[in-house]
C-alpha cells in the first residue's frame, strides 16, 4: 500500500507497474520495484536531475545517431547559475543518472545477485590493528567461501567478528565476466557517438552502485537463511532439553558447587518445595571432607532424601567423588545426578526468583534450581531465559523477534504435550498453558494460595478473570491428582466426560473402574460413540487415554554413568570408551559432557560409521 502510494503521488503510477506491484510474492521482489520511486537521500544522480540534466540522460539511453555534434548536443544542457559550467561537467551529469537508472533495474539486480549467488565468495578479513583480539575468530583472519555452499554456523561466526569490530566481511565478484554481460546488456548500439562513455558508465555504475547493493542484499539474504537454520536448531534442541525425562516428585538435595566460597546445599520435597539450606566445604582449599559429610549425612537422614543433584559447573567432579564415597560408605538409598546448570544463575539473579524466596541468597537459589531441574525439567526450565540454557547456535546473533516466536512455540508446546499439575504448577509453567497466559496464572496461583488445593477442574470457573473460552482452552492441559473426578488428572476435555460415561455404561461399569484400566478400555468400539459432536479420532484418543490416564509423554529417567577414573582433561587417554551426555547439537556436530569441565565436541564426520547429513538423525540433547 505504501509503495503504491508512494508511486502514485509522483504521477508515475501506470496499470502495468500497479499489477506487477499488486503481484509481488516477497519482500525483495517488491523492493526491487520499488527502488526507482523510493524517495532517496541526496546522491549524484539527485543533484544531476536538479540541474536539469534528466532529458540529457533519456536522450543518451536511446543510443540513437545524433542529429549533430556531441559538442552541440550537450550545449544547452551548460547552465552556470544551476552549477553546470561546461559541457563535460553535463556529460558528466546525465551519466550520474544513468548509472542510478541502470543499478536500480529490477531485472539487472535479480541478475547481479543470481550470479552472486552462483559464482561470489564470501571473504572474511581481519581489520588493521584488531589481530590481537581476534583469537575467537583465528578460523575466519583471512578465509573465504563460496556462497553457494557457505554453511550457516561458519556466516554467524563471520558476522559475529564483524559486528565486534574485528572482522571485515564482504562478497568477491570475480568481475570480468560481470562487465562484459553488462556492457552486451546495456550499450547495445557500438555506432552511438557516446559509446565509449556509456561503456566507461557500465564500470562505474558496477562498482560504485550494483556491487555494493548487491553485496548488501547477498549477505542480508544468507543472514536470513542463517538464522532460520539457527533457530531451527535451537528448537529442536530446546524441546528435546525440556522433553528430557523427570526424576519425579522426590525428595531431592541440591549442590551448587564451588571451590572458595564452598558447595551451597539445599533440599526441596517432592513437590519442590524448599526445605532446608547450609554449607559445605569438602573441595579446595579448605577441603573440610569430616564436616561436610557430617551435615550431608544429617540432611539426608532428616529429610530422607532420595536423589542428589549436582551442578556440572566449577568443581563438579570433585563434589561428585565426594558425594560417591559418602554414599558408598553409608550405603544410602540415593542415586547422584550430575544435572546441568546454564541458566541456572540468571534464574537465581531473576525477578522471578526473589519473589520466590526473597529472603534466601542467590546461591541458594542456584541450588533450589538445580534440584527442581532434576525433578521436572520442563517445570523449572521454563523459568529461566531459553537463550541462556546453552543450546543451539549463536542464538544470541540471530533475529531476536523470530527466536522468541520459535522459543514460545516449543515451550507451549512441550508444556501442552506434558499437561500441568495445577495444584504445584509455577506461574511461569501454567502461563504457557494454551487459553492462560502470564496474567491468568498469577490469578490461579493466588486463587490457589488463598482456598487451598483444587479439587476438581470446574473450580478453575471460579478463578478471577477466568472465562467459558479460557477454561475450554486450558482445562484439558491441566491435571488434578487425588481429586474428586478421576479424570480430571487425564487428558480428556470436560467436554468428553459425558462420553466416559457412556463407555462406563455400555461395559457395565462404573467411570473409575474404567479410567486407568487398559483391559477394560480394549473392549470399547470407537465407532459405537461417534455422534454429531465428536468423531471417530477424538474417540480413539479418548480410549487410548482411558487405558493410561496422564501419562507422561516423556522417556523414563535415566542416570549417565561418569567414569570415576576421569575428573579432568589430563585423565583423558587415546581409545577410552567413555558414557556422556548431550548437551548441545548443532550443524557441525554434537557437544557431549563426559565429566571434565570441558564439554567434547563430537564433529559431524566422528558421529557414526557412514556419511551423516544432519546431526539430529543421530543424536539429541539429554
Known amino acids: ?106 531485472e539487472t539486480r535479480d541478475w547481479m545477485i543470481e550470479r552472486a549467488r552462483t559464482y561470489g565468495k564470501i571473504v572474511s578479513k581481519v581489520k588493521r590493528g584488531k589481530k590481537a583480539e581476534a583469537e575467537k575468530f583465528e578460523l575466519y583472519l583471512d578465509h573465504q567461501e563460496p556462497v553457494r555452499k557457505i554453511p550457516s554456523h561458519r556466516l554467524l561466526a563471520m558476522m559475529r567478528g564483524a559486528a565486534e569490530g574485528i572482522l571485515r566481511v564482504s562478497l568477491q565478484l570475480e568481475g570480468t565476466r560481470e562487465l562484459s554481460e553488462l556492457r552486451r546488456r546495456l550499450v547495445h548500439n557500438r555506432q552511438f557517438e557516446f559509446c565509449s562513455e556509456l561503456s566507461a558508465t557500465v564500470v562505474d555504475s558496477y562498482q560504485r552502485l550494483l556491487l555494493p547493493a548487491t553485496e548488501s542484499t547477498v549477505l542480508q539474504t544468507l543472514k536470513e537463511e542463517a538464522d532460520e537454520q539457527a533457530i531451527g536448531v535451537f528448537g529442536k534442541n530446546l524441546r528435546e532439553l525440556l522433553m528430557a525425562a523427570p526424576a519425579g516428585p522426590r525428595v531431592t538435595l541440591g549442590i551448587d558447587p564451588g571451590f572458595r566460597t564452598g558447595c551451597k546445599v539445599a533440599v526441596v520435597d517432592g513437590t519442590g518445595k524448599f526445605l532446608a539450606n547450609t554449607a559445605i566445604y569438602p573441595t579446595p582449599p579448605k577441603s573440610d571432607i569430616g564436616a561436610a559429610g557430617k551435615t550431608l549425612l544429617a540432611l539426608i537422614q532428616q529429610h530422607k532424601v532420595e536423589l542428589i543433584a549436582i551442578g556440572n559447573g566449577t568443581a563438579s567432579r570433585e563434589t561428585d567423588a565426594f558425594v560417591g564415597d559418602l554414599i558408598r560408605d553409608h550405603q544410602l538409598d540415593v542415586t547422584k545426578v550430575i544435572v546441568s546448570e546454564s541458566g541456572a544463575s540468571i534464574y537465581s539473579a531473576s525477578e522471578l526468583a526473589a519473589r520466590e524466596f526473597p529472603d534466601l541468597d542467590i546461591t541458594v537459589r542456584g541450588a533450589i534450581s538445580i534440584a527442581r531441574r532434576l525433578q521436572d525439567p520442563l517445570a523449572e526450565l521454563v523459568k529461566s531465559d531459553p537463550k541462556s540454557i546453552g543450546v543451539g547456535q549463536y542464538q544470541h546473533d540471530v533475529n531476536q523477534k523470530q527466536l522468541r516466536k520459535c522459543v514460545d512455540r516449543v515451550v507451549e508446546s512441550c508444556v501442552n504435550r506434558v499437561g500441568v499439575d495445577l495444584n504445584m504448577a509455577s506461574i511461569p509453567l501454567l502461563s504457557y498453558v494454551a487459553g492462560i497466559g502470564p496474567r491468568l496464572a498469577e490469578n490461579i496461583v493466588e486463587y490457589r494460595n488463598r482456598n487451598g488445593r483444587f479439587t476438581n477442574r470446574q473450580q478453575l470457573t471460579s478463578v478471577p478473570k477466568l472465562g467459558k473460552k479460557a477454561f475450554q482452552q486450558s482445562a484439558g492441559f491441566l491435571r488434578i491428582r487425588d481429586g474428586d473426578q478421576p479424570l480430571d488428572n487425564s487428558a480428556v476435555h470436560p467436554e468428553s466426560y459425558a462420553i466416559v460415561s457412556r463407555m462406563a455404561m455400555r461395559l457395565q461399569t462404573s467411570t473409575k473402574s474404567l479410567v486407568g484400566n487398559a483391559t477394560l478400555s480394549k473392549n470399547l468400539k470407537p465407532e459405537d460413540f461417534v ?92
Open 531 to 622: 455422534d454429531a459432536q465428536f468423531g471417530i479420532p477424538t474417540i480413539v484418543d479418548i480410549i487410548s487415554e482411558m487405558g493410561k490416564p496422564g501419562r507422561d509423554p516423556r522417556s523414563d529417567f535415566r542416570v549417565v554413568k561418569f567414569s570415576e577414573t576421569v575428573n579432568s582433561m589430563e585423565d583423558l587417554k587415546p581409545n577410552m570408551i567413555l558414557e556422556g551426555v548431550i548437551t548441545n547439537v548443532t550443524h557441525f556436530g554434537a557437544f557431549t559432557d563426559i565429566g571434565v569441565h570441558q564439554d567434547a565436541l563430537i564433529h559431524i564426520s566422528q558421529l557414526a560409521e557412514g556419511y551423516v547429513s544432519d546431526p539430529n538423525e543421530i543424536v539429541a540433547v539429554g
Open 1 to 106: 500500500a505504501t509503495v503504491l502510494k508512494t508511486i502514485s503521488e509522483q504521477g508515475l503510477l501506470t496499470d502495468p507497474l500497479r499489477s506487477q506491484i499488486q503481484a509481488c510474492s516477497d519482500l525483495r521482489t517488491l523492493e526491487t520495484i520499488y527502488l526507482p520511486y523510493k524517495p532517496k537521500r541526496r546522491t549524484r544522480a539527485t543533484i544531476a536531475r536538479e540541474q536539469g540534466l534528466q532529458p540529457l540522460a533519456d536522450l543518451l539511453l536511446k543510443q540513437e545517431k545524433l542529429q549533430q555534434s556531441k559538442q552541440a548536443t550537450l550545449q544547452p544542457y551548460v547552465n552556470s547559475a544551476k552549477e553546470v559550467p561546461d559541457t563535460q561537467a553535463a556529460l558528466q551529469g546525465a551519466l550520474d543518472i544513468i548509472a542510478e537508472q541502470w543499478s536500480e533495474n529490477a
